[in-house]
């Protein structure tokens, strides 16, 4: 089989439509099934419902008119009767891509402990460095006691990178070593090259379950609720602008810039601008701006200055960029990993404004501008986040065992499910991003 896998649909009546996720036996027929012990486990000796309904589907949209279709849905996480992996038969590996995010120690430890305590398995891998460790270095062996604390730091103990996703290279590793469960924690570009792993894989006809977990401090992954580590950034967030709004407020006509992450999203500047109450301006790249003129930015700070005698402004890293095209020579600069390199907007607003004031307006302003990106990035997750890492780990090790692969697990409305890697920007043939 060559190229993309089409997605599986299954129709039902009054316009439902379930777009289920591969599982191994779709292409390796006959594979024998085991009962799920999950029921002989204390630890589930009071839950009365232990398993997932096979039937169990979670709806896309659930605000819907009275003639609406049914509508699309994705299938319910969690463990099921039959597992098609014996404990002792699985050889796991976790792999950590792309940039930082607070919470990824945790989704790690809880892959970890959800295979040994809840299955049995006692053979798990840490690749590290990212996906050129597949074929370049050494791994690490997890055991609970190994990852034991690792919750409580920042980064990802198994180490990361950009780049180095050589499809080939990789299954030939994942072949060589034996393993049979592949856990890969990243954003929207780390998953397609999860899902073109899965590809080769099927390919190949190797009884190896490839999910994805979801990663992106910008929260801006498609259909799933929210992404780790979110909850997390905006309230870091909040001690820049705390810092932006005293920095401002002390001096005369002073102005606070607080550059937070947002590449394509501003989903934690609009978060933290809406928590902290202190920003006068939140400029993100869902709604373009510009600087000059009637109804301008410049317009509204000398207007707010006038008023309150100083102000904030938040701005998402990816706001603006039609302004810096425009005023700058574009380069089309890319990372190892082919994202499109963004210039400093905020360096690059800042010096608009100072230049604006002194030469425009003969206006005297002080302004502090404040870039804590990689300080908020480094910080382990929050309490909300590390139970959500959580949900999200015992998700993927639930599918992985029930035998299914070519997923990403996450939140759809509340309720945590499956969601083919190709449903909407998941999958890219041409192109590998991260």
């Not at 299954?10 to 599982?23: C, I, K, M, R, S």
């Not at 599918?399 to 309720?415: D, L």
Request: hydrophobic share 35%.
């Amino acid at each position: 089989m060559a190229g993309v896998s089409q997605i599986k649909t299954v129709t039902g009546e009054g316009g439902y439509v379930l777009e289920d996720v591969p599982h191994l036996t779709d292409y390796i027929p006959d594979l024998p099934t085991y009962r799920n012990q999950l029921p002989d486990n204390p630890a589930y000796s009071t839950v009365k419902e232990t398993f997932v309904n096979v039937d169990d589907a979670v709806a896309q949209k659930v605000v819907v008119h009275n003639n609406s279709p049914r509508g699309t849905h994705f299938r319910r996480a969690g463990p099921r009767q039959k597992v098609y992996f014996q404990s002792d038969e699985v050889h796991a590996c976790i792999v950590t891509c792309g940039g930082l995010c607070p919470g990824l120690n945790t989704v790690i430890r809880e892959i970890v402990c959800g295979l040994y305590h809840i299955y049995g398995v006692n053979k798990v891998l840490g690749i590290d460095g990212g996906y050129r460790g597949f074929y370049s270095k050494n791994t690490i062996k997890l055991t609970p006691k190994v990852v034991d604390d690792i919750h409580k730091r920042g980064g990802t103990f198994l180490g990361t990178s950009r780049g180095g996703h050589d499809k080939s290279k990789i299954v030939d590793s994942i072949q060589d070593r034996g393993i049979n469960q592949v856990y890969i924690i990243g954003g929207d570009g780390t998953q397609k090259g999860a899902a073109l792993i899965y590809e080769e894989i099927r390919r190949r006809g190797l009884k190896v379950a490839v999910v994805g977990v979801p990663e992106t401090i910008d929260n801006d992954i498609p259909v799933i609720d929210r992404s780790f580590g979110f909850d997390t950034a905006v309230e870091e967030a909040q001690r820049a602008i705390s810092a932006a709004h005293v920095e401002a407020g002390s001096f005369e006509n002073g102005i606070g810039l607080v550059k937070l992450m947002g590449r394509h999203s501003g989903f934690i500047a609009m978060h933290a601008t809406l928590a902290s109450r202190d920003v006068d301006c939140c400029l993100i790249p869902e709604s373009p701006f510009y600087l000059e003129g009637k109804g301008g930015l410049f317009e509204f700070i000398k207007r707010r200055l006038k008023e309150n005698g100083h102000m904030v402004i938040v701005v998402a890293e990816g706001a603006g960029e039609n302004l810096l095209t425009k005023y700058l020579q574009s380069m089309d600069l890319q990372d190892a990993s082919g994202n499109n390199l963004h210039r400093d907007v905020g360096l690059w607003i800042s010096q608009k404004i100072n230049d604006h004031f002194a030469r425009e307006d003969k206006m005297a302003i002080t302004l502090k501008y404040i870039d804590p990106t990689y300080m908020i990035r480094a910080v382990p997750g929050n309490a909300s986040d590390n139970v959500y890492c959580t949900l999200l780990a015992h998700s993927a090790v639930h599918g992985a065992m029930a035998g299914f692969t070519g997923f990403t697990a996450g939140p759809v409305n509340g309720q945590h499910c499956y969601i083919p890697f190709e449903v909407n920007s998941f999958m890219s043939q041409n192109k590998y991003y991260t």
